[in-house]
């Protein structure tokens, strides 16, 4: 099935990064969200990173306005009706994601594929949720979007051979590589990488090391570009910490349990990168140092 359009739902940082891949290999995206001061804030981002690349001269001006062209914002769900494939990328949270499911269901064309990029929740449930399950699938991307070159691809239960071999051509022609998992809690990746960052954390909260220290051996010691506290405030501290509790309740092994200081962190609003305060602090979204409640 050929895709022309896409409707991205959720203008956060996985969400944004997605319709700038998108709209940058010609697809019409539509980018949805409840807020329309993230919609602006998406959009001013991705062309600022297109501006980046002007600048780098791996694309010219008039790209960058074709690129922005393509692409439509929108808080209104509704746009979704003609889109070949639409991908819902809001936080992590079952009953949330299972209404957005249920109402693109109710909109878009019986043609429509409904995709997640979750990285933990069931896409079994999620299609359980609308009356299309066979056309349900997860895409999983990795942040940042535009950098990293793999698309985990998830098949639940009832997902369709036909609705896998579309993902798998959307993803070559956004320059993906692929790999394919069966839905169980964190698919390939996240099963192996969220538990490790989670560690992290751990060996922080036990005064094993220091953050820098935690982040230099990884870096300096396994090649890692980032430590793991550091790519834990990349990802959300909110959101390894929902994963975290997937694992736990799913999974069912003590080795998933958040770690304590993780919840602290949560709980006291240090939720990483997006909101300037994690195990480091940002300033304009460059790291400046260590979170001062953690230095030494
Ligand atoms: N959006 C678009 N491009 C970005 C970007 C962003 N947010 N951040 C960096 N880039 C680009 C830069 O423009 C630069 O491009 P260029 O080489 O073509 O000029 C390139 O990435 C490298 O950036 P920098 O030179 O500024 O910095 P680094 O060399 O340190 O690379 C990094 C930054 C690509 C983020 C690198 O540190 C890295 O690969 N980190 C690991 C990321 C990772 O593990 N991601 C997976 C997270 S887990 C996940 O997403 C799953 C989820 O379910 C939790």
Redesign the pocket.
């Known amino acids: 099935m050929e895709i022309h359009d896409i409707f991205v739902v959720g203008a956060g940082?996985?969400g944004s990064?997605i319709a700038?891949t998108a709209i940058q290999k010609g697809y019409h995206v539509t980018l949805n969200d409840q807020r329309s001061d993230a919609l602006e804030r998406a959009k001013a981002g991705i062309r600022a990173?297109l501006d980046?690349l002007v600048a780098?001269e791996?694309m010219t001006a008039e790209e960058v306005e074709a690129c922005m062209g393509r692409l439509t914002i929108s808080t209104s769900l509704e746009g979704a009706a003609h889109a070949g494939l639409a991908i819902e990328a809001i936080y992590e949270d079952l009953e949330a994601k299972k209404a957005v499911f249920r109402q693109l269901d109710q909109i878009c064309d019986p043609s429509t594929i409904l995709a997640s990029n979750t990285?933990s929740i069931s896409l079994t449930s999620l299609g359980a949720s609308t009356g299309r399950p066979e056309q349900v699938v997860g895409m999983?991307?990795?942040?940042?979007?535009?950098?990293?070159r793999l698309l985990e691809v998830v098949y639940g239960l009832r997902t369709s051979k036909a609705t896998l071999d579309t993902a798998m051509e959307v993803g070559a022609s956004l320059g993906k590589r692929m790999i394919l998992a069966k839905d169980k809690p964190g698919f390939i990746?996240?099963r192996m990488?969220?538990p490790m960052l989670n560690e992290a954390v751990q060996i922080l909260d036990e005064d094993i090391g220091s953050v820098e220290d935690t982040d230099e051996g990884m870096k300096l010691g396994c090649n890692?570009?980032?430590g793991p506290l550091e790519?834990a405030d990349?990802?959300g501290l909110d959101?390894l910490l929902e994963?975290m509790e997937t694992f736990y309740a799913d999974l069912g092994d003590t080795k998933y349990r958040p770690a304590h200081l993780l919840r602290k962190m949560v709980a006291a609003g240090y939720t990483g990168q997006k909101s300037g305060m994690g195990f480091y602090r940002y300033e304009n979204g460059k790291k400046v140092g260590v979170n001062p409640v953690l230095q030494k």
């Open positions: 940082f996985m990064g700038q990173r980046r780098k791996r990285s999983h991307f990795f942040s940042p979007v535009p950098v990293m990746v996240n990488l969220l890692h570009p980032m790519l990349m990802v959101i994963v």
